[in-house]
């Protein structure tokens, strides 16, 4: 595809189920972050993958949060035990290179819903 | 301390006059790189504008520049001639060299273009 694509666009959970969600970058592109956009706020980090290699993890927030990359393209951040603090939207990115000019393509995100 | 403020939690605009949003930023390094997002209510994040510590020149695209003022440790966002479409949140976003080339994002300022 064109652009960054996220699934679903839109999630329910219970407190307490585990959830999927993914990611499909920009084909070629070497590196893909996962942020959290809590209502009102800007993205927070979470993750940055570069090809299939986690270099950077230190936005997640609990143990409970997991994200992987197998194959250096498709992307999906496990979120195990959902808690209702956890209802957040939460977006891919992804750029050509890991540098620091080169600008980062964004899906439309995934609303997770913890009830 | 916060990396990226913005202090404009919302701002008006009439249609066709310019507007400046405002960004602060926090960094030590020498290096790194200032961003622009524009963020609609369906929720992608659109890349903008971009501007580099050692760019010279203030970036523009189109009807965007950006002033930037590295003594101050500004890069604020300038919209000319706004336009109805142009309505929506707006993020200014830093990358820093040693930072696994995560974004850092600020709280966003919601801007509204009045006909």
């Known amino acids: 595809g064109a652009g960054v694509s996220q699934s679903p666009r839109y999630k329910v959970a219970k407190r307490g189920q585990d959830v999927a969600l993914r990611c499909d970058p920009i084909s070629g592109h070497v590196s893909l972050f996962w942020y959290q956009q809590a209502l009102g706020q800007g993205p927070e980090f979470l993750t940055y993958?570069?090809?299939?290699?986690?270099?950077?993890k230190s936005g997640l927030p609990s143990d409970r949060f997991f994200a992987e990359r197998p194959e250096g393209s498709v992307s999906t951040l496990k979120i195990q035990r959902t808690q209702q603090e956890d209802s957040a939207v939460y977006l891919c990115a992804s750029s050509r290179w890991g540098d620091m000019n080169t600008e980062a393509f964004f899906g439309q995100g995934t609303r997770l819903t913890v009830v | 301390a916060q990396k990226i403020t913005q202090t404009q939690p919302g701002m008006f605009v009439q249609e066709k006059e310019a507007v400046t949003l405002d960004c602060t930023y926090d960094t030590s390094d020498q290096s790194y790189g200032l961003f622009w997002y524009k963020q609609p209510s369906s929720g992608e994040m659109i890349f903008l504008i971009y501007q580099g510590s050692y760019d010279e020149q203030n970036a523009t695209e189109g009807r965007y520049s950006l002033n930037f003022q590295k003594a101050r440790k500004s890069a604020n966002l300038v919209i000319s001639a706004s336009q109805l479409g142009d309505s929506a949140m707006y993020f200014c976003a830093m990358r820093e060299r040693d930072s696994s080339y995560k974004l850092i994002f600020g709280s966003g300022t919601r801007l509204l273009v009045r006909p």
């Open positions: 993958f570069q090809n299939e290699a986690q270099l950077d």
